[in-house]
C-alpha cells in the first residue's frame, strides 16, 4: 500500500510569521481539500500560539508530489516559506476495524460515490436498522474512512453470510484495500463459525479470494447466474444444496 502520512509542527519564530500563517491558512486549506488525493488536511494551532500542528493525508505518493507542486506557487508559499517546519513522512497502513457510530455518515458518503447512486447505501442502511449487519467493517487513516465491507446473515441450509457491498474511494483504489477489507472480514466470519459466505459480482475480482460460481450451483437463490459465486469456509468443496433468503433490506437493490 501507498497511502501517505505527514504529522509535524509548523513552528513561527516572529509575530509577523504568525501573522503570514493566521492570514493564508484558510485558502491553502481549502485548496488543498479539493485536491482529489488529499484524504485530510488538518493544520491547527496548538496551545503555544506560534506552533500550529499538521497531520495530512494523501492516497497516493503522486498525489503527494502533485500537492506540494502545486502549493509550491501557491500566495501560502510564498508567505510561509521561511517558517520552520519539523516533519516526519512515510507511507502508511489503513487500519481495518468494526464500524462505530463516527462512520455511518461517511460509510454512506462513500458507498453512494462509488456506486454512483443511492441504492447500495441504502442497503447498508436498512440492514443496520433491521438488526442484519452481521459485519461492516471500515479501512481509515486517520479519522477519514477509506474503504468499507458489509456482511449479513442469510436464512440457509448452513451458517451463511452475504458479502455486499465493498467498496474503496476512488482515489485510493488498486493499493488492497478492498482486498484487505474482504481478506478481515472472511477471518472474522470463519472465527465466528459462518460456514459459507455468498456474493454477487464480478468473479474476475471474487475470484482471487476463493470464491466460484460452481460453489453456488446447488444453492437456490433470487440472484442465480455466473454471477453469484460461493465461498466454503468450513473445508467441503460443495455446499449442501438448499433455498437462501437473503434480509429483506436487499429488496431495495
Ligand atoms: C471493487 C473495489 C471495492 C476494489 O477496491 P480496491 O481497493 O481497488 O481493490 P484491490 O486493490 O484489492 O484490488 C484491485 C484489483 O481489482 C480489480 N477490480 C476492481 N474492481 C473490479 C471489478 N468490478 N471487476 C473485476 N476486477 C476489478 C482491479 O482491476 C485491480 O486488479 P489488479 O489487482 O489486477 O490490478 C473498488 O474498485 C470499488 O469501490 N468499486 C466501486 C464499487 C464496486 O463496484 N464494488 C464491488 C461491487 S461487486
Do not use: N
Not at 513561527?12 to 501573522?19: I, L, M, T, V
Not at 488536511?41 to 503555544?48: G, P, S, V
Not at 454477487?200 to 444453492?219: E, I, W
Amino acid at each position: 500500500m501507498a497511502l501517505i502520512r505527514l504529522t509535524g509542527h509548523l513552528i513561527c519564530a516572529s509575530a509577523a510569521e504568525r501573522q503570514a500563517v493566521l492570514c493564508h491558512l484558510p485558502a491553502h486549506i481549502a485548496a488543498t481539500v479539493r485536491e482529489p488525493g488529499c484524504l485530510f488536511f488538518d493544520i491547527a494551532q496548538t496551545a503555544d500560539p506560534m506552533v500550529w500542528s499538521v497531520s495530512e493525508g494523501f492516497a497516493t505518493q503522486a498525489d503527494f508530489d502533485a500537492h506540494q507542486a502545486r502549493a509550491s506557487t501557491s500566495p501560502w508559499a510564498a508567505a510561509t516559506r521561511a517558517i520552520k517546519r519539523v516533519y516526519e513522512m512515510g507511507v502508511a497502513e489503513p487500519e481495518i476495524s468494526p464500524e462505530t457510530d463516527a462512520d455511518i455518515a461517511p460509510i454512506d458518503r462513500l458507498t453512494r460515490a462509488a456506486f454512483g447512486g443511492p441504492d447500495e447505501a441504502e442497503l447498508i442502511a436498512q440492514l443496520r436498522t433491521q438488526g442484519d449487519l452481521a459485519l461492516s467493517l471500515v479501512a481509515r487513516l486517520g479519522r477519514t474512512v477509506l474503504g468499507h465491507v458489509a456482511f449479513s446473515p442469510l436464512s440457509a441450509p448452513m451458517k451463511a453470510w452475504a458479502l455486499a457491498p465493498v467498496s474503496v474511494r476512488t482515489a485510493c483504489r488498486r493499493q488492497g484495500i478492498g482486498a484487505a477489507l474482504i481478506r478481515a472480514g472472511l477471518e472474522s466470519a470463519r472465527a465466528q463459525g459462518v460456514e459459507a459466505v455468498l456474493v454477487l459480482g464480478d468473479p474476475a475480482y471474487y475470484g482471487r479470494f476463493g470464491f466460484s460460481a460452481k460453489a453456488a450451483q446447488a444453492l437456490r437463490t433470487p440472484y442465480d447466474g455466473p454471477y453469484l459465486q460461493a465461498l466454503s469456509l468450513s473445508g467441503t468443496a460443495r455446499l449442501p444444496a438448499g433455498d437462501i433468503t437473503y434480509p429483506p433490506a436487499f429488496a431495495v437493490l
